[in-house]
């Protein structure tokens, strides 16, 4: 008998774990609604035919790390499209009712999910979004549009990473407080080979996360100043009202600021515009701390007595710090702007910049001064060094793991690729000995489509911007705090964070029988039971 309960054991096994890895995939259609996507469970993958799509998303399954939940294009070269053009975002079907429904074309409440090769577009409503994450840890997006929505992308989540992808034109004159391309309220975040650009109103990238990273992307003409990092939100890493630092890495971006911001008086600003702690009793700020190294930037001249800064630091709340090394800093005045000089809570260091000569770089060392970098053609916007360039060779090493190992591939036509980086030998965002064709999402070449025929989407090509008037404001934009992370105030439509759904699920527990076969998590099973009762038939007559 004992040999038969072996086997059974056995036998039970098979039969959970087959069910239980099995996954599908889910063909989606022009035609069809959210509630194919929304079945996906962990393991699946949905596959999007070319076409446009009208209807909202909202994604309350989780995946696992092992087998998360996979969205993407059938065909990357002919993308699927979510248009909401016509009406706001809450007024489109949708399975999901709650009062913040209007947040995003897309809402992911789960965990472990990989996004690509979507266009999100004219989501438009208060605090709208193409993609809004609601604590949704592990969410990997790539190769996806996001173009004129209220915001690109918004929410919180740990492990918000985002690749390949661009973010152009979002944002909405007269919703409430600015609106941005990327608006991240807490958590982690990192962001890489994208290209931002020419946001309506806001900012390229507005970051409460408590932990960002941000290299090797293309960042161009904000509708304010390019960036910044304001309060931790939500999922800061703390406790009650302990304190903790964010921090923001920037390397290896290019970044351009244009003439059609309405602040040029900074690059990247450190705002804490709340000193209550986060809305979750995840911590305090006490410190904000940004690190810029090997990174292209690209100033526009303000006149004589203007404020124009590379980082202007609020040190009037909250402790300060700018870590500034090995950087190509053009047309610039200062390298940092203080909100109370006389205050000891703020610091600022860094070695080896190339500057342009009339930049005041009191506070860092090894400066590289000059009148012109030695771009290859900086009026083509082709910031690569050329021979006998000033920049070259004379980067200083930094500790394990700071320097760069790609940079960004190439500029606004050729866009959301990368090269690996030659060494870091060089100042700037590009190494001169660096060569080879660019890498894109999907490799070289793309891959070729499930089905439909490739051609354009319609949209995200580089545009020249509209230049416009440079106003001499000198202070970030207000808060956007409300109810609910993330959302501008006064519009009751959808501002308040509403009756969310908790987000998580699809991590079923069942319960075991005991004994040698007591195996957590329940899952049908797919093994077919003639298959079972020929091993059990195996089993009873070796038992003979």
Not at 145 to 151: R, V, Y
Not at 399 to 406: D, N
Not at 493 to 518: H, I, K
Request: some cysteine; charged content about 20%.
């Amino acid at each position: 008998m004992r040999a038969v309960t072996q086997v059974l054991c056995v036998v039970v096994v098979l039969v959970v774990t087959l069910g239980r890895v099995e996954a599908k995939r889910i063909d989606i259609q022009p035609g069809d609604d959210f509630s194919k996507i929304e079945a996906a469970v962990a393991g699946d993958e949905v596959v999007i035919a070319p076409g446009t799509y009208k209807f909202r998303v909202n994604l309350t399954k989780s995946g696992t790390a092992a087998s998360p939940i996979v969205i993407r294009a059938a065909d990357p070269n002919n993308r699927p499209v979510w248009d909401l053009a016509g009406k706001v975002v809450s007024a489109w079907p949708g399975s999901y009712t709650g009062g913040d429904r209007g947040r995003g074309c897309w809402q992911v409440r789960g965990d472990h999910y990989e996004i690509s090769g979507i266009v999100f577009r004219n989501c438009q409503d208060s605090s709208s979004a193409g993609i809004r994450a609601v604590k949704a840890s592990s969410l990997h997006i790539r190769d996806c549009l996001f173009e004129a929505n209220t915001n690109g992308l918004t929410g919180d989540g740990d492990d918000i990473v985002v690749e390949f992808c661009e973010f152009a034109r979002n944002g909405k004159t007269g919703s409430g407080n600015p609106s941005h391309n990327i608006y991240i309220y807490g958590g982690t975040f990192t962001l890489r080979y994208s290209y931002l650009h020419d946001p309506t109103e806001g900012q390229n990238f507005h970051i409460r996360a408590r932990d960002s990273v941000l290299e090797y992307n293309w960042i161009a003409r904000p509708g304010s100043y390019t960036g910044d990092i304001m309060s931790c939100e939500s999922l800061c890493g703390g406790s009650g009202s302990a304190p903790i630092t964010q921090k923001m890495l920037l390397r290896g971006n290019v970044i351009v600021q244009g003439t059609s911001g309405a602040n040029g008086s900074t690059i990247v600003t450190l705002f804490r515009d709340s000193s209550s702690g986060s809305g979750d009793s995840t911590g305090a700020v006490s410190k904000m701390e940004v690190t810029m190294v090997y990174n292209t930037i690209i100033g526009t001249k303000r006149n004589p007595g203007q404020t124009h800064v590379l980082v202007n630091m609020r040190n009037d709340g909250v402790d300060t710090a700018a870590h500034i090394s090995n950087n190509i800093i053009v047309d610039m005045a200062d390298v940092v702007g203080l909100a109370d000089a006389n205050k000891g809570n703020w610091s600022l260091d860094g070695d080896n910049n190339w500057a342009s000569s009339a930049m005041d770089t009191t506070g860092l060392s090894g400066t590289i001064g000059g009148a012109n970098p030695g771009f290859v053609n900086a009026g083509a916007s082709d910031y690569t060094l050329a021979a006998g360039s000033a920049c070259l060779g004379k980067a200083k090493a930094l500790g394990a793991g700071a320097a760069p190992t790609r940079e960004y591939y190439r500029d606004e036509t050729v866009a959301r690729q990368y090269r690996v980086r030659a060494s870091a030998g060089d100042v700037g965002a590009f190494e001169r000995g660096t060569t080879g064709a660019g890498i894109g999402p999907y490799g070289t070449p793309p891959p070729k489509p499930d089905s439909g025929v490739p051609g354009g989407d319609g949209g995200g090509g580089a545009d020249g911007g509209s230049p416009g008037s440079d106003g001499a404001i000198t202070s970030p934009d207000a808060a956007a705090s409300d109810a609910g992370p993330g959302a501008d105030s006064g519009n009751a439509r959808d501002g308040a964070a509403g009756s969310g759904d908790g987000g998580g699920g699809g991590g079923a527990t069942g319960t075991g029988d005991g004994g040698c076969c007591d195996i957590g998590g329940s899952a049908s099973s797919t093994l077919p039971t003639s298959l079972f009762a020929l091993l059990l038939l195996v089993a009873l007559r070796r038992r003979r």
